[in-house]
């Protein structure tokens, strides 16, 4: 009778302990989900930053979680991130990709914060295409309560996508999404402007093979040949690429930044706001940049006051403009839809003056669309392309990144 009634008693304790937690799950669920103001009871922080490890260079994505309710997070919730980024379209050795982790949280105490990092690039992917998406959710599994073992959420067949989390008999909890482009990503250089030197798989800090020594002596005259013939034949100055916005639209936007500033300076400032390197040089009032991508291309970003004609019959009107200049198709794109999804989130909807002169803006979007059914005959005649046609589609595709137009 005293080893039933001690089992029984076992098993109370049990139920008892497992209604407790669940109690505690519950109450952060509802704290989540009832939120009325913009701080989050459980937030997590999503950044890019940059690391170097083992003598080298790698581009890493941070997620801080802070835990800002009453309640412990305790044995039973994951943190969950799913990194995903569409196809290059202008890439053959690149698709679309997506990788799932997921982070056991261990007892994180109220006013704590846990953070974990993981690496930015995919194996299946040879280059990393902008933007990337990363998805953080707080996951409970169901199974804890009841004493089972519970499964890995984020696996390899999930994708840790939120519907495949609910099937995974838990609670899903989705704390933040956020894209991270060309911005976010940047390495800036320092003010010298020297590069951090990258050592390579050859720099060891021990005497090479001789029989690599060899062959590399052997192919060298055959690979100086052949990257002079691919440099005489292909190499072009660096590609630009604009964007004109009038002062007062500006002016208006980044009141708190223009404040004390120089205009130019602030909209610096302002775009990349979210680089965790911007701390370094923000004191510094500069405007124009230069940094690497994560591919190691140059990227040289500028920021200037303009006068744009031909828009208002009273005169020029004051602008900015912002141009990026750098000798890769994929840098200089990637940056300028980054640049241009800021800009989408500051300009609001508005009416167009009544003094505005249509017509020059009608033969600007005229001459753009010739030069969009140029590029369209030379992509369709691609079978017979020659090498100077390579040039051409770039020189189009400049024009096309330049259009002139100003947004008001």
Not at 118 to 145: D, G, I, M, Q
Not at 207 to 213: N, W
Not at 296 to 312: A, F, M, Q
Not at 353 to 365: E, T, V, Y
Request: proline share 6%.
């Amino acid at each position: 009778v005293s080893e039933r009634v001690s089992s029984l008693k076992n098993a109370i304790a049990q139920k008892n302990g497992s209604l407790s937690h669940l109690n505690q799950v519950i109450n952060v669920s509802c704290a989540l989900l009832s939120q009325k103001d913009h701080q989050q009871p459980v937030s997590c922080v999503i950044t890019a930053r940059w690391n170097r490890l083992l003598l080298q260079d790698s581009l890493l994505v941070s997620c801080v979680l802070e835990n800002r309710t009453e309640y412990s997070l305790e044995q039973g919730w994951t943190l969950c991130v799913r990194v995903s980024n569409s196809a290059c379209p202008y890439s053959a050795d690149s698709g679309a990709s997506v990788a799932a982790y997921s982070f056991p949280v261990v007892n994180l105490l109220p006013k704590d914060k846990m953070e974990v990092s993981l690496p930015l690039t995919h194996e299946r992917s040879a280059r990393l295409v902008l933007p990337v998406t990363v998805s953080c959710t707080l996951f409970y599994s169901l199974k804890e309560v009841l004493g089972k073992d519970a499964a890995c959420p984020c696996s390899a067949d999930c994708q840790g996508s939120r519907s495949s989390l609910l099937d995974k008999e838990g609670i899903c909890l989705p704390l933040n999404e956020s894209d991270l482009d060309a911005l976010h990503c940047l390495r800036l250089r320092s003010d010298r402007g020297l590069r951090v030197p990258v050592p390579s798989a050859h720099s060891r800090p021990f005497p090479p093979d001789p029989v690599e020594v060899f062959l590399q002596a052997l192919l060298a005259p055959y690979e100086e040949a052949a990257a002079s013939h691919e440099k005489g034949a292909t190499y072009l100055p660096p590609l630009v690429a604009s964007v004109r916005v009038s002062t007062e639209l500006l002016e208006r936007g980044l009141q708190e930044l223009c404040a004390g500033s120089n205009l130019c300076s602030a909209v610096l400032q302002w775009l990349l706001a979210d680089n965790t390197e911007m701390d370094s040089i923000k004191a510094q009032n500069r405007c124009e940049v230069q940094g690497t991508d994560p591919d190691g291309k140059d990227i040289h970003l500028r920021v200037s006051e303009v006068s744009v004609d031909d828009v208002y019959p009273a005169g020029p009107v004051p602008a900015v403009e912002i141009q990026i200049r750098s000798p890769s198709l994929a840098g200089i794109s990637s940056t300028h839809q980054a640049v241009i999804r800021r800009l989408q989130k500051l300009v609001s909807p508005i009416s167009c003056p009544p003094d505005l002169r249509l017509k020059h803006l009608q033969q600007l979007i005229t001459d753009h669309e010739m030069l969009l059914k140029e590029v369209q005959s030379l992509r369709d005649n691609a079978c017979l392309r020659k090498e100077s046609d390579s040039e051409k589609l770039l020189r189009l595709y400049e024009q096309l990144r330049n259009p002139g137009l100003l947004i008001l």
